[in-house]
Structures are given as structure tokens and as C-alpha cells.
């Protein structure tokens, strides 16, 4: 420790480490003699005698050993122990700090190892050796007998089989409570007086510039959360964290490792992470980007991962700038061709994704993804299925380059006469897109290809399906010069104002009694025929001598009606039916003196003698029509 330019000194350490835990028969000792050791050297750095643990604090005065108690007890009664962490690690060396954390980190680790295989398989094999002996005294105690004794031996070995698988379970969970409660969590663990710093060295970074420093206390929180399930769930969010905002390039890939070991070790507490681990896939280092798509490369292969829409994060990994990434890509996607219909089942979630104009996938680099995915879309049923639901989200689509990514991906399929009908069937999902030349030309060059394979008496329904394609493509055409001609007048046309339309705006004139004379003598003119003329001017008009023309006017003008009421006349005329109320013949002859003398006030056309008893009954015919 006193060398600390030695450049190998970690890598020496692990090393020594697992050599220990492989050869020594109580590694666990001798490991916690050498983290005493490394604490004690370490208490020597800092200023401070003694360092207390309070919540997330460093306990370091707290004893490694039996044998430390004494001089830990003898640390911790001195005034002034009581400091905090960051005011202690911050004055010690970085590279001892560096070497201190990075064997926290490996002795944490193979502890885990250590417990879970070693002891697990002594337990084991004690406990068989124990049924093999109480079974070979059960053998010895045998006597002779009935059936039985036979069938309760019988029974007997059952019950010590399922006791058995029951004992298995029982050791495991063992196994597993010590390393969530006792190993790096409490107040007497070897390591969780140690954790701590670990812990705030990763969650203090600006503090601590050194990046090997930081590097190692990274890789260390990985392997002490792979220790203790309880420990992961505390610190999951932090480790997550550095993945995402650490500077480094190295930081980050040793972290995707770390989390790929976590998701196989405990996948229930790491599963709502997963996008974050797919987003390194965009990372702007290749070499990171190469470390997480072997990682999830591992992780899906064995099921440790569902397969689910950010997968196309995988996808875009085929046209990546790395030649080396994109081989892994596709290397990825042979592997998992081989596991059912794993890549039919994901094309559609895919291509909807990569389709999007938000995710910022140039339209060639789409066009060749789709083209290495859909080369392993080889069965029937596939296609058939695959043009049914490709055709059902031109509904879904929101933007022209949808339209033209969707029929892209239509005319790459092989088709039959089954996936032809189908696409027939479903010409409604995208006959109103068919006005882009893009989506039209596919769709052609699926009916070309087709024309090739399907039989005789199939070529009457592709020739219709053809005629439709050109037909809507040629209205859509058409509707939109339309459009286009519409607004562009819309534009070119200069907007008026309000004030303007009014001043424009001529006024209706108001009507005038001699207006109204004038047209209903028009009106009169066009229905009354010459013989009502002559009756109705013996009617209006009656001459001086005609004393018996004159009586029978008033007598029809004073003839009482069905109510008792006088003055009402029911002249017939051609049929027709007209009424005319007037209360005395006086009274008539000033009304029809007053509208005649106001026509000839209107109209100079009724100044001639002979006009105006004809004026004068068809604009009273008029009224008894009305």
C-alpha cells in the first residue's frame, strides 16, 4: 500500500482475492483481516481519529475484528470523534481510496460467491449425508414382515423425498436472508460498516475529481447490490443515475454491465429500467453503445428480458456508423429469428416506431431496417397476417412519410392469392392516401410482382384491384389541384372591409303607392282576360242613366250575409270566386275615386280617358284575388 504508482495494483488485488476465496478454508476471515488493514492505513490518512456512523455515514471506527475492539472502543472515547464524511475522505489520497473501494467491491462480490456455492453445497451434502445414514439405520432396524410395513416404508421414502425438496428450499432461503440482512446491511456486518463509502463517493462526484476514483467506486456499488436485494432497492435509482449522467465513457459502459448482471440477478427490481438501459443504445460513445447491445443481446436471448417496443432501439442499431455494432445487430436479430415468430411479432410495434417522424429516423435508413427485418418473414400465414395489420394503421398515421413508410413495407412481402385478397379486402384503410405518387407506385410494384405468380383465373381481381389503384390515385390528383386552386385564389383575393361593403351597397328604395299600383296592374294584366275587363267596369263604373244597373249594386251591397252582416258581394266571374267588403256605395265611389286619382298622380299613362277604367279594375281585381 505504501507504493501507490503502481499501476497494476488493482488488477493484482482482485486477483489475490479470489485466490483467497478459491484456496483458504475460512476466506471470509482473512478478507476482513485485509479490509482491517486497508481501514486502519486509511485512519492514519485522514485528520480526524475516528470517523461515526449515522444514517448514510461512514462507521469507520467501529470494529473490523475481534481483535480491534479495544483500540476501536479507546478511538471512539476520544473528544471530538464525531465528524462527518466528506470533511474526512475528501483530504485522503484518491488512489488509496481507489484501491480501498475497488476491494470492498471484490470481496463483497466473492462473499456472494462463496456463500451461494460453497456453503449452500456443504449444506447440501451434510444434509445428504444425514438422510443417507438415517436411511441406512432405518435398513438395519428392517425385520421381516407383511405387506404392510412395506407399503408404511414405502410411504415413509415418499415423505423423506418431498422433506428433501423441502430442506433444499430451506437452505437456499437461508442462504438468501444472510445476504439481504447480514452481509452489507446492519450494524455488524463486516462490509456495511464499509458500504457507506462507496456510497457517498458516487453520490458526492463533483467532490472527488479523480475519474479512476470515481470508475471504482461505480463498479463497487454494482457488485455490493448484487449482494442484497434490499441494497439494490435503495440504491437502483443512483445507479441508474450514473449511468445516465456520467461524463466518462468508461463509467458508463462498466455500468451497463453491472445493470445486465442486475436484471439477471434480481429481474423484478430492475424491470421498470429497462428503457433506461435501451436508451444507451443511443449513446454518443460507440463503445458504450457496443457494451449495451451485448448485454441486452444476452438478456433477451435467455429470457430474461420481454421482448417489447424498444426493441426498435435494437433495430436502429443496424445502420449505425460502427461497423462492429451493426454486425452485432444483425447477428441479434439471426438469433432471434430462431425463436418462433419473435421477429413477426415485433414488426409492427417497429415499424410504427421507427415511422415516426418524433423519433428522427431518416427515411433511406428506414427503408433498409425494414428491408433486413422483413427478409426473415419467410411463412404465409405471416404475410397474410402482417398485410392485415399494416393496413389497419393507415387509419393511425398522421403525416404523409407514414403513408409512404407503411406501403413500403406492404411491397416487401411475397404475396399470394390469399394476402392479395386480403389487401383487396382492406382498400378502404388507404384508398384516400393513394393520391401520393410513393404509396401508389408500391402498391403498383406489389401487382406487378403479383402478375407473375398468381394463376389465370386470379388475374381478373388483380386487374380490378389495378384499375381501383389508378382510379383513386387519378381523383386524388385531381382533388388536390382542386384544393390548390381553391387557395390560391383564396390568397389572391383582396379581403374588404365592412365599411367599404356598405358604401358599395345600394339602398332599397321604399315602395310607393304608385309603385304598388303600377305592379298589380302588371300582375292584373297577366290573369284577368278581356271579358272580366268589361264586366268589372259595369261593376266599378256604372253609367248615370243605368238606374237598374244601380240598384242591383245596392242591392247586392246591402244584402245581409250568413252572420247577419251587411255589404257582402260574391261576384262570379270565369269561375272565379272574388269578394269585395264595402260598407255603402258611397263609400265605394270615394275609395275608387281616391286610387284612381293617385294612379294618374303615378303613372302619366293613366291620364288617357280611355286607360283608366281598365287601370282602375285590374288593380281591384288584384285585391279580390289576394
Known sequence: ???????????????????????????????????????????????????NKTGDDVSLGAPLA?????????????????????????????????????????????????????????LKRRRQLEEGAREKEQSVNKTPGGSKKADKEASMEDEMGLAGATADDAEAEVIRRICDSHLVIGDTAMLARLQAIVVYICTNPSQFPDARLRTAAALSLAKLMLVS???????????????????????????????????????????????????????????????????????????????KGQISELAMCLEDSDQHISDLARLFFLELSHKGNAIYNILP???????????????????????????FIQKDRQCESLVEKLCHRFRATRCERQWRDLSFCLSLLVYNERSLRKLHANFGCFQDKLACDDVYNHFMSVVAKSKK?????????????????????????????????????????EPSSPSADAAHEEPTPKPTKGASCVKGRQRARRHINKKDDEEDDAFFEPPPSSTKTALMSSKRANQPTKKGTTSSAKPKRGGRKRVLLLSSDSEDEDILQKDISQEENCDPILASPALKPSSTKRRSAKILDD
Not at 351 to 373: K, T
Not at 472 to 489: I, V
Request: proline fraction near 4%.
Open 229 to 307: 436485494a434490499d441494497f439494490c432497492e435503495a440504491h437502483v435509482q443512483l445507479l441508474f443515475t450514473i449511468l445516465e449522467k456520467s461524463v466518462e465513457p468508461t463509467i458508463r459502459a462498466n455500468t451497463v454491465i453491472a445493470v445486465g448482471d442486475l436484471m439477471f440477478r434480481f429481474p423484478n427490481l430492475t424491470e421498470p429500467w429497462t428503457p433506461n438501459l435501451y436508451a444507451r443504445l443511443r449513446d454518443g460513445s460507440a463503445h458504450v453503445r457496443k457494451h449495451t447491445i451485448m448485454v441486452l443481446t444476452h438478456l433477451i436471448l435467455n429470457d430474461m428480458v420481454k421482448v
Open 453 to 493: 405468380a398468381v394463376k389465370l383465373d386470379f388475374k381478373a381481381t388483380l386487374d380490378e384491384f389495378e384499375g381501383r389503384l389508378t382510379e383513386y390515385h387519378t381523383k386524388g390528383l385531381q382533388d388536390d389541384e382542386t384544393a390548390n386552386k381553391a387557395a390560391a385564389a383564396s390568397v389572391n383575393k
Open 1 to 51: 500500500m505504501g507504493q501507490l504508482d503502481l499501476p497494476d495494483w488493482l488488477a493484482m488485488a482482485e486477483q489475490a482475492v479470489n485466490t483467497v476465496y478459491a484456496l483458504a478454508e475460512h476466506p471470509d476471515q482473512i478478507c476482513g483481516d485485509i479490509l482491517k488493514v486497508l481501514f486502519e492505513k486509511l485512519l492514519g490518512l485522514i485528520a480526524t481519529p475516528a470517523l
Open 349 to 375: 410495434d417497429v415499424i410504427s416506431r421507427l415511422s415516426d417522424p418524433d423519433i428522427g429516423v431518416a427515411e433511406q435508413q428506414f427503408r433498409q431496417i425494414m428491408r433486413n427485418l422483413f427478409s
Open 66 to 122: 475481534e481483535s480491534s475492539q479495544k483500540d476501536a472502543s479507546s478511538e471512539n472515547s476520544s473528544p471530538g470523534g464525531e465528524e462527518q464524511p466528506e470533511k474526512n475522505l475528501t483530504q485522503c489520497s484518491a488512489i488509496f481510496l481507489t484501491r480501498l473501494v475497488s476491494v470492498i467491491g471484490q470481496v463483497a462480490l466473492k462473499q456472494l460467491v462463496y456463500l451461494e456455492c460453497a456453503v449452500l453445497s456443504e
